[in-house]
Nanobody, 121 residues
Framework: QVQLVESGGGLVQAGGSLRLSCKAS????????MGWYRQTPEKQRELVAS???????NSADSVKGRFTISRDNAKNTVYLQMNSLKPEDTAVYYC???????????????WGQGTQVTVSS
């Protein structure tokens, strides 16, 4: 079994900061790309940022310059540092990871359970 567990969400005022963490655990042989997505009742789930095992990153235009994704490969953990938060960043944030399990032949995508981020104006 593989699990992704997020933490760090909460309520913050506009202009504030939060740091999300997501740790992968279980029978993990290798992790390729890890990422953060977000979803609101009005919008489909959208990519916030992603990072490869080599450290290359990609992020949505709406968060560039404010959010930073990073990872600790030794801990199988991905982080999302969110600064200068805006009310429109309010959403449920999900992490995902492409993981090959021991004995597996391919990378499969796993998702966390989601963590709520609420930014008040």
């Amino acid at each position: 079994q593989v699990q992704l567990v997020e933490s760090g969400g909460g309520l913050v005022q506009a202009g504030g900061s939060l740091r999300l963490s997501c740790k992968a655990s279980g029978s993990i042989f290798s992790i390729n790309t890890m990422g953060w997505y977000r979803q609101t009742p009005e919008k489909q789930r959208e990519l916030v940022a992603s990072i490869t095992s080599g450290g290359s990153t990609n992020s949505a235009d709406s968060v560039k310059g404010r959010f930073t994704i990073s990872r600790d490969n030794a801990k199988n953990t991905v982080y999302l540092q969110m600064n200068s938060l805006k009310p429109e960043d309010t959403a449920v944030y999900y992490c995902n990871a492409d993981i090959k399990r021991y004995g597996g032949s391919a990378y499969l995508t796993y998702w966390g359970q989601g963590t709520q981020v609420t930014v008040s104006s």
